[in-house]
């Protein structure tokens, strides 16, 4: 596979990350797995929907919030009037929302289904392509990978450095050092 921003080929398929310039394959490797389309998900059904195990944490929080609301206006009603009805609603209303509300939120957290994880990508997924030819995909302008890098000239061959001047050699310009005449005094 080859990075699409910088050209460098990677070392195998499995690479996470460009060697060269740090570009991130990970969604590379998925359009290719994927023979060059993006997965579309319906925005809307992904919204509405709502998995068991996040239902049932809402019940018990709204549950809570309701007990915590609901139990001191019956316990204001209670004080008020001397009916036995509405202490025992109190009452049962405290059981209710403030036992109630944690331990629904403790089964959905436990038993209940989570949302389905999306699917993972098996990472060595990405093959050459085969003999068959692929559905062409049009062009909108520019291409999302540069052309490949292809060498059309031969391969120059070494330079003679024979026909080079040999540089001359310490012994030859030592002894002509020792051969200068010394200065003479008049």
Known sequence: MFCPQCG??????????????GFLLDGVIYLLHNTGVLPVQNAEASLTEISP???????????LLI???????????????????????????????FL??????????????GAPSPTPLPLGAYG?????????????GVASLPPPAVNTQPWRSRPTTAELAAPPS???????????DEPREH
């Open 8 to 21: 460098q080929q990677q070392a195998s398929d499995v690479v996470r990350y460009c060697s060269r310039c």
């Open 53 to 63: 195990r996040r239902r049932g944490v809402r019940q018990g929080g709204l549950m």
């Open 67 to 97: 007990g915590a609301v609901l139990v001191p206006i019956i316990g204001v009603f209670a004080s008020f009037t001397n009916a036995v009805f509405f202490e025992i609603l109190a009452a049962v209303a405290a059981i209710v929302c």
């Open 100 to 113: 109630g509300g944690p331990l629904r939120m403790i089964y959905a957290a436990l038993f209940e289904e």
């Open 128 to 140: 050459p392509p085969g003999v068959q030819q692929r559905p062409s995909i049009p062009a909108r």
């Open 170 to 180: 310490v012994t030859e310009n030592t002894t002509r050092l020792l051969d200068k």
